[in-house]
């Protein structure tokens, strides 16, 4: 996984609450066996449109997505996270995200930021003229025009995205501890195994 | 004696393998359920890293989202080919990691395939007091068995074949409370709608749902796992019910449950499971019993519901302005307009399956409407969908199968079908169809197509009818039938 801390650039002006994972991703695309190359049907349906956010060239390979409540409700299908890091998106900003969502978003590096709704609307004002910063590190979201946004995150998450580090890779670090404690209840609820004769 | 827990915590605390100073936990997941989808990635990340699933007797694998359900065998016994190449791709990806990594595979033509999460169940893979776990978000719908149960992505379904645990922070807890009894017509179906409608699709994010009760102490494990089914569109990705006499009745003799003495020791610690006198929750939902009618959406969202003797909103009547164009654009993509009777909306398809509604008592309750009457004339397609092989099996034993064609249904084999646009079942853009499904997204049924969730009673009589139908009055009428 690529490290991940300081963010700047253009961000799509997005806004739109209650995004389920058919619109970031239609199932049609989820008949892929590999991880890439999902960008080409993200939004597939909003980009139907005409003057949607994510065909127009002010816009075109920004890093930031600002969206509106609940992003990602719906489906869990990781390939919602993969098609927007296959365009490009390492940081979504939203007032809340669906708990599967910012799950799946984080295991593939990208940055999922929640502020209140102001200053969504605030950053969604920024966004249309101008570049926006995210730091990671100070857990900052920030505008040339003195805006400053302070996040919450998780400690664990900010520090496997600072690292770029492996959570399967971590956790196999204690196959002892997941043995002693399968040894333990194997005693204590032994009709639990197998599951599969 | 220990504070007083809720089901949630005490699951959670037999499962903590470790817990960081954060408050993040190691949670050990005891059954893993994988299907065709979301699991080639997560198969092929072992691969490239060299590492074996370390739990293959606790993981289960079972295609059921891109078969079409039409025959999977000719008279030969040879597979008939999918047309869909990616489709078939998926499939075949599955049919190689399963034996790869020791992984048992429910096969495409196999009596007990069908949907993962009729399967679990009825295998009796699913258990009280487990955490279970799946790449599919309606993973909540085990939780009508007392499992914590929960959808997860891809990574996470790596995760879990390599580790058998997760790295999880512990949700709040929210109970859902309705009293009384269900009105005449009102089904399970109808109580989950009625939450979604409730709390909004938001309402249960961060929580795990508790639903209690007398309406849900006498529901049947098909309505619970029906309720259950649906606690994601609420938002939430875990809903339990409290195990008891009916869910140990549900279980026994499964091919997977316990047997013996085993089964009296797992019976006597399911019994302790239930949440404590006294236990705290963070949130209280309550609804009345006698405020739930038959249901259905009119939006593009699980929480646009209005009773089905209700008229569409109006998009000025929502409080805030994001509400308001999300609610005008809704009625532009579903092609109604505000103040029309819901039971004046004409469709054009019935679709009657999905893990939410497919299991035996769905298909009874639309046969017992269907039973000596013909869909109407301007129905271009009905499907019913069994969930399992099993259920199709049990449901031919019963005649339902001649109930359904009879009514000009078409009977098909068991998959996740229509209720998303993955297989061949689709409905066409622009068509609108009752369906028995969980989502009502743009475009979940096919681009362009137009949703409206309901019971499987509701569609049986939208069926009828050709529109939106409140049950009840075809109910009366068929009372009357047995009556004369």
């Given at each position: 996984?690529?490290?991940?801390?300081?963010?700047?650039?253009?961000?799509?002006?997005?806004?739109?609450?209650?995004?389920?994972?058919?619109?970031?991703?239609?199932?049609?695309?989820?008949?892929?066996?590999?991880?890439?190359?999902?960008?080409?049907?993200?939004?597939?349906?909003?980009?139907?449109?005409?003057?949607?956010?994510?065909?127009?060239?002010?816009?075109?390979?920004?890093?930031?997505?600002?969206?509106?409540?609940?992003?990602?409700?719906?489906?869990?299908r990781?390939?919602?996270?993969?098609?927007l890091?296959?365009?490009?998106?390492?940081?979504?900003?939203?007032?809340?995200?669906?708990?599967?969502?910012?799950?799946?978003?984080?295991?593939?590096?990208?940055?999922?930021?929640?502020?209140?709704?102001?200053?969504?609307?605030?950053?969604?004002?920024?966004?249309?003229?101008?570049?926006?910063?995210?730091?990671?590190?100070?857990?900052?979201?920030?505008t040339?025009f003195?805006?400053?946004?302070?996040?919450?995150?998780d400690?664990?998450?900010?520090?496997c995205?600072?690292?770029?580090?492996?959570?399967?890779?971590?956790?196999?670090?204690?196959?002892?501890?997941?043995?002693?404690?399968?040894?333990?209840?194997?005693g204590?609820?032994?009709?639990?195994?197998?599951?599969?004769? | 004696?220990?504070n007083?827990?809720?089901?949630y915590?005490?699951?959670?605390d037999?499962?903590?393998?470790?817990?960081?100073?954060?408050?993040?936990?190691?949670?050990?997941?005891?059954?893993?359920?994988?299907?065709?989808?979301?699991?080639?990635?997560?198969?092929?990340?072992?691969r490239?890293?060299g590492?074996?699933?370390?739990?293959?007797?606790?993981?289960?694998?079972v295609?059921?989202?891109?078969?079409?359900?039409t025959?999977?065998?000719?008279a030969?016994?040879?597979?008939?080919?999918?047309?869909?190449?990616?489709?078939?791709?998926?499939?075949?990806?599955?049919?190689?990691?399963?034996?790869?990594f020791?992984?048992?595979?429910?096969?495409?033509?196999?009596?007990?395939?069908?949907?993962?999460?009729?399967?679990?169940?009825?295998?009796?893979?699913?258990?009280?007091?487990?955490?279970?776990v799946?790449?599919?978000?309606?993973?909540?719908?085990?939780?009508?068995?007392g499992?914590?149960?929960?959808?997860?992505?891809?990574?996470?379904?790596?995760h879990?074949?390599?580790?058998?645990?997760?790295?999880?922070?512990?949700?709040?807890?929210?109970?859902v409370?309705?009293e009384?009894?269900?009105?005449?017509?009102?089904?399970?179906?109808?109580?989950?709608?009625?939450?979604?409608?409730?709390?909004?699709t938001?309402?249960?994010?961060?929580?795990?749902?508790?639903?209690?009760?007398?309406?849900?102490?006498?529901?049947?494990?098909?309505?619970?796992?029906?309720?259950?089914?649906?606690?994601?569109?609420?938002?939430?990705?875990?809903?339990?019910?409290?195990?008891?006499?009916?869910?140990?009745?549900?279980?026994?003799?499964?091919?997977?449950?316990?047997?013996?003495?085993?089964?009296?020791?797992?019976?006597?610690?399911?019994?302790?499971?239930?949440t404590?006198?006294?236990?705290?929750?963070?949130k209280?939902?309550?609804?009345?019993?006698?405020?739930?009618?038959?249901?259905?959406?009119?939006?593009?969202?699980?929480?646009?519901?209005?009773?089905?003797?209700g008229?569409?909103?109006?998009?000025?009547?929502f409080?805030?302005?994001?509400?308001?164009a999300?609610?005008?654009?809704?009625?532009?993509?579903?092609?109604?307009?505000?103040?029309?009777r819901?039971?004046?909306?004409t469709?054009?398809?019935?679709?009657?399956?999905?893990?939410?509604?497919?299991?035996?008592?769905?298909l009874?309750a639309?046969?017992?409407?269907?039973k000596?009457?013909?869909?109407?004339?301007?129905?271009?397609?009905?499907l019913?969908?069994?969930?399992?092989?099993?259920?199709?099996?049990q449901?031919?034993?019963?005649?339902?199968?001649?109930?359904?064609?009879?009514?000009?249904?078409?009977?098909?084999?068991?998959g996740c079908?229509?209720?998303?646009g993955?297989?061949?079942?689709?409905?066409?853009?622009?068509?609108?169809?009752?369906?028995?499904?969980?989502?009502?997204?743009?475009?979940?049924?096919?681009?362009?197509?137009?949703t409206?969730?309901?019971?499987?009673?509701?569609?049986?009589?939208?069926a009828i009818?050709?529109?939106?139908?409140?049950v009840?009055?075809?109910?009366?009428?068929?009372?009357?039938e047995?009556?004369?």
């Open positions: 996984m690529d490290k991940l801390n300081i963010v700047e650039g253009r961000a799509y002006p997005f806004g739109m609450k209650n995004v389920d994972t058919d619109i970031v991703i239609p199932a049609h695309w989820l008949k892929t066996i590999s991880r890439a190359g999902l960008g080409k049907g993200a939004f597939e349906v909003l980009r139907k449109e005409p003057g949607n956010v994510f065909d127009d060239p002010e816009y075109a390979g920004s890093p930031i997505l600002i969206a509106g409540d609940n992003f990602g409700c719906g489906s869990s990781e390939h919602a996270a993969w098609a890091a296959d365009l490009g998106i390492k940081v979504v900003i939203a007032p809340s995200f669906s708990d599967i969502f910012s799950g799946n978003a984080f295991k593939n590096g990208i940055l999922t930021v929640v502020l209140p709704q102001e200053a969504i609307d605030r950053l969604m004002e920024v966004a249309k003229t101008d570049p926006i910063h995210v730091d990671l590190e100070h857990q900052t979201v920030t040339q003195q805006d400053r946004f302070q996040f919450e995150i400690p664990f998450r900010k520090h995205l600072l690292g770029g580090l492996d959570e399967i890779g971590l956790t196999l670090g204690q196959a002892d501890t997941i043995s002693q404690f399968e040894a333990k209840d194997a204590a609820r032994p009709w639990l195994v197998p599951a599969v004769a | 004696m220990v007083p827990r809720t089901l915590e005490k699951i959670w037999a499962h903590v393998v470790e817990r960081r100073p954060d408050g993040t936990c190691l949670i050990y997941i005891d059954r893993h359920l994988v299907h065709e989808v979301t699991s080639p990635q997560a198969f092929e990340g072992l490239m890293a590492r074996p699933v370390r739990r293959p007797d606790l993981t289960l694998a295609p059921d989202h891109n078969l079409p359900t025959p999977r065998r000719d030969q016994g040879n597979r008939i080919p999918i047309a869909d190449p990616e489709s078939a791709q998926q499939l075949a990806a599955l049919e190689r990691n399963a034996p790869e020791g992984v048992r595979l429910i096969g495409d033509a196999d009596r007990e395939q069908g949907i993962v999460h009729v399967v679990g169940p009825e295998q009796g893979f699913t258990l009280p007091g487990t955490t279970l799946c790449g599919d978000s309606h993973t909540s719908s085990h939780g009508a068995l499992a914590l149960a929960f959808g997860i992505g891809t990574s996470e379904v790596e879990v074949l390599a580790t058998q645990t997760l790295l999880l922070k512990q949700s709040k807890t929210m109970e409370v309705v009384g009894e269900l009105g005449f017509g009102v089904t399970p179906k109808d109580v989950a709608l009625a939450i979604c409608g409730r709390i909004g938001a309402g249960g994010t961060g929580y795990v749902m508790e639903y209690r009760g007398s309406v849900f102490r006498d529901m049947s494990i098909e309505g619970r796992l029906t309720v259950a089914n649906m606690s994601i569109e609420a938002g939430a990705r875990s809903g339990l019910f409290a195990p008891d006499e009916k869910t140990f009745a549900y279980l026994k003799d499964r091919p997977m449950a316990p047997k013996g003495a085993d089964w009296d020791a797992a019976v006597a610690y399911w019994k302790t499971l239930a404590d006198e006294g236990a705290q929750f963070d209280t939902v309550v609804i009345d019993a006698a405020d739930i009618v038959p249901n259905v959406t009119w939006g593009t969202s699980p929480e646009d519901v209005v009773p089905v003797t008229v569409v909103p109006d998009p000025e009547s409080a805030d302005a994001s509400k308001r999300a609610a005008q654009k809704s009625l532009d993509y579903m092609g109604l307009t505000a103040g029309q819901m039971e004046d909306v469709v054009e398809h019935i679709f009657i399956g999905s893990c939410t509604n497919s299991r035996i008592e769905d009874r639309a046969a017992a409407l269907l000596g009457r013909h869909i109407a004339e301007r129905i271009k397609q009905a019913v969908v069994p969930g399992s092989g099993l259920v199709k099996q449901a031919e034993a019963e005649g339902l199968d001649r109930v359904f064609t009879e009514a000009g249904f078409e009977w098909r084999e068991p079908s229509a209720c998303l993955m297989n061949p079942d689709k409905v066409p853009a622009g068509e609108r169809c009752a369906s028995t499904s969980n989502r009502n997204f743009m475009g979940r049924q096919g681009p362009g197509s137009r409206h969730l309901v019971s499987p009673e509701m569609a049986a009589a939208a009818t050709g529109h939106l139908t409140d009840r009055e075809l109910l009366k009428e068929k009372q009357g047995v009556v004369a």
